[in-house]
Every structure is written in structure tokens, then in C-alpha cells.
């Protein structure tokens, strides 16, 4: 695990929310006519697929702004290149607070990433909001560090789905786990034990990878000597796609599932193109953003209102990398927050926002799913929809379901 030791948090900001916040109208990154954010995303390296992200959150900020900003407020959005690399987040989120003066951060990217700088930015009382992470610890850990809140769903909670989707519907499965070597990836697996239960005896082979492993050819070959005819790769796009290859590879046919944070279409379009179609179908996953390449929802006012901001913010961007449409989503929250923090925000009033938002209609959203938090509710999205890959797409498998 790549975690870097930074500064611990004062007592004084381990005793809960109203004791703790802090702030002036002269907080950094706020004038009269801007608000001034920042993050870091990976604008190189292997998971720069995750930079749509960001680019996503800036086109919708960008159309927020030409419609006359959050309370006459222009929205400026600095968002940095960490290669996806702790030690880089770090250096340049340290870099957005000390030299640029943020007001916050938000929609960083990763979860080894998040932990790097959490106790960094509680201590300064900079809001780290709507982290790219569903880390358990995020929310569970709120006391110590009020300051930092995740946006997707809780990672052992879609684990657990997947756990009690196989004891309902395939008990005398055989399962293999492959699961990055981090909190994120132990996550997934803590989860998916609790959902099967008393079944995870039924679990006959564990790998993990470090994202320095350039292929996954090992661990999927010792994975298919298990004789499992079920896998869960709980990784990374760029991961994803190694262990498709290495199941094709050797001719393995077990029964896949893969997490939410690399369902993009493009993932999946990759995979089909080096592999075969066969390979891919029947694929289980889950996820709670609408899919703009679903010809159902050609006519959705949230998947046009995705398509136009592309058009006139992003051209060139592909409609397929559902990433874009992520960032938006995460941005249309911010916006929401900053909106609530009042007409003279200050950290502390976003804060306080941060953590009162009853969201209903994030049109990114599929229909259903809401961002709740309270001071002692930090899981913004509660609820996710399990899918199916069938003949080329993302299908709804059942209905929403709870993953907290």
C-alpha cells in the first residue's frame, strides 16, 4: 500500500462538526465573482482514463457558469496530473491549498490518493468533498476527519450485492477473487464475504495485483487452477482489461463479475475487440449513472442535457466514456452544496452544506437514486442497480438496490 504519513489531526477537530468549523469570509478561493477549486486526477500514465472525469466536472461547470454561476459566482475548476500516484497527490494538492488558495478540493481521484491528503486538509479545515473513492473509512471515520466525504457508493456495500446476488441465485458457485492490493480492493473483498455469508466458504482462490504488475497472466492462471467457474475482478479499467485478456488467453469461461468503477462502455469495447463477444457476455455488474448509449434513454432529459454540455464544452469527446458523464454528476452535487453554503460562503458554511443535501434529482442520476448526507451520514449515494452485458450493452438486472 502506497500511504504516505502526513499531519495528524488536532484534538480539537476530533470532537464533532459544530466544535470544529471554522471560517471567515475571508477564506481562501472566494472573491466576489469567483469560487476557485481544485483536485488531482491522472492526466497521464495507465488509468489516464480516469482524467474524463475531471474534464467531465469542468464542462458542467462551464455550462453552470454561462447561465450566471452560483450566486453570481463563476465556478474555476484547477484540477492537476497526479499520474494516479499518492506521492504526486500529495505534492500537488499541497499545491493547489498553499500556492493556489483553493476554497476546496473536489472530485480528486482514487482512494490511496484521498487517505494521503485527508489528514493535510482536516487539519487546515479545507473541504475535501465528493472524493472519486466508496471507501468504507470515508464515512466511517467522519469524526476524525469532518472535512472529507466520498461520493460513490460504499464499496463493501457493492461487494455484498454481488455476495447475495451469488447465494441467491448460484450457491454451488465456485468463486475466484482477484482484487487490487489497497484499501479499495480489501474493501470490495471484506463486502462480498459478508453478502455470501455462510457461503464464502464457497471462495476458492484469492489474488491481488500492485499497479506496477504489467500483466495479470500469473494471478489469473493460478485463479483458473482453483477450478472456479465464477471470478470477481474487483480493479481498475486498465486492470479490467488485463484479466479479460488473461481469461481469453488460456481459454477460461467462468462467470464474471466486475465492479462499477470500469464498466465504461469503451472498457468493454476493448475487451470485445481483443477477445470475443462470447467472453464478455453475461457479465455482471452494477451502477447508479445512467448509460448515454442506451437507445431507451436517446430521448432522457439528463442524457440529452449530458450530449449538449459534450457538444458545446468538450467536442470531440466520446459520448462512450461514461467517465464525462460521472464527473458531471459529481459536479452537479458541488454545485448544489455551494449554492446551499450561502451568498458569503466560507469552508465552514460548504461544509455544513455538504452534510445537510437532500438531492432528488441529479439528472445524471438514474432514476431513483439520491444524494442524502447528514453530520452523521457521509454515504452521499445510498442505492445502485445491478446490470447484465448482453448483445453489447449495459442491461438492468432487477431493481434498485441498498449498498450502504
Known amino acids: 500500500m502506497r500511504r504516505l504519513a502526513l499531519i495528524f489531526l488536532p484534538a480539537a477537530l476530533a470532537v464533532g462538526l459544530p466544535a470544529a468549523l471554522a471560517g471567515s469570509a475571508g477564506d481562501p478561493g472566494i472573491t466576489s465573482d469567483t469560487i476557485l477549486l481544485g483536485g488531482t486526477v491522472p492526466l497521464s500514465g495507465d488509468e489516464v482514463a480516469y482524467a474524463a472525469v475531471a474534464r467531465g466536472a469542468n464542462a458542467y461547470f462551464q455550462y453552470v457558469d454561462d447561465r450566471g454561476g452560483v450566486r453570481g459566482r463563476k465556478i474555476r475548476y484547477l484540477y492537476l496530473d497526479d499520474a494516479y500516484n499518492p506521492s504526486e497527490t500529495v505534492r500537488k494538492t499541497r499545491e493547489l491549498v498553499e500556492d493556489d488558495k483553493v476554497f476546496a478540493i473536489f472530485n480528486s481521484v482514487g482512494t490511496e490518493h484521498a487517505l494521503a491528503v485527508r489528514p493535510y486538509l482536516n487539519q487546515l479545515g479545507v473541504p475535501q468533498l465528493f472524493v472519486g473513492s466508496g471507501l468504507s473509512a470515508l464515512a466511517l471515520e467522519r469524526r476524525r476527519y469532518p472535512w472529507t466525504m466520498g461520493y460513490l457508493p460504499r464499496f463493501a456495500g457493492e461487494g455484498a450485492l454481488y455476495g447475495r446476488y451469488v447465494k441467491r441465485t448460484r450457491p454451488k458457485s465456485r468463486i475466484a477473487v482477484l482484487h487490487e492490493d489497497s484499501e479499495y480492493g480489501q474493501d470490495m473483498f471484506t463486502g462480498l464475504r459478508a453478502g455470501l455469508g455462510s457461503l464464502s466458504s464457497r471462495i476458492t482462490a484469492v489474488q491481488t495485483y500492485q499497479l506496477s504488475d504489467s500483466d495479470l497472466n500469473a494471478q489469473i492462471a493460478r485463479l483458473k487452477a482453483s477450478h472456479a467457474d465464477t471470478i470477481m475482478i474487483f480493479a481498475l479499467p486498465t486492470q479490467t482489461i488485463q484479466a479479460y485478456l488473461a481469461i481469453h488467453k488460456l481459454g477460461w469461461k467462468p462467470r464474471i463479475f466486475v465492479n462499477s468503477v470500469s464498466i465504461d462502455p469503451f472498457v468493454m469495447d476493448v475487451v470485445q475487440r481483443n477477445t470475443s463477444k462470447r467472453l464478455v457476455e453475461g457479465t455482471i455488474s452494477s451502477q447508479f449513472l445512467k448509460d448515454p448509449t442506451d437507445p431507451a434513454l436517446a430521448k432522457d ?104
Request: no cysteine; charged share 25%; proline share 6%.
Open 301 to 404: 432529459p439528463g442524457v440529452k442535457l449530458y450530449k449538449q454540455i459534450l457538444r458545446r464544452y468538450l467536442p470531440g469527446a466520446k459520448v462512450k466514456e461514461v467517465a464525462h458523464l460521472y464527473g458531471m454528476a459529481a459536479a452537479y452535487t458541488m454545485v448544489d452544496a455551494l449554492r446551499r453554503a450561502g451568498a458569503q460562503p466560507t469552508r465552514a458554511s460548504l461544509l455544513r452544506a455538504a452534510t445537510h443535501l437532500d438531492e432528488r434529482a441529479n439528472p445524471f442520476f438514474v432514476k431513483g437514486v439520491t444524494v442524502r448526507t447528514g453530520p452523521n451520514d457521509y454515504y452521499p449515494v445510498e442505492r445502485t442497480r445491478m446490470l447484465r452485458f448482453h448483445a453489447g450493452r449495459w442491461r438492468q438486472l432487477g431493481g434498485l438496490a441498498t449498498v450502504r
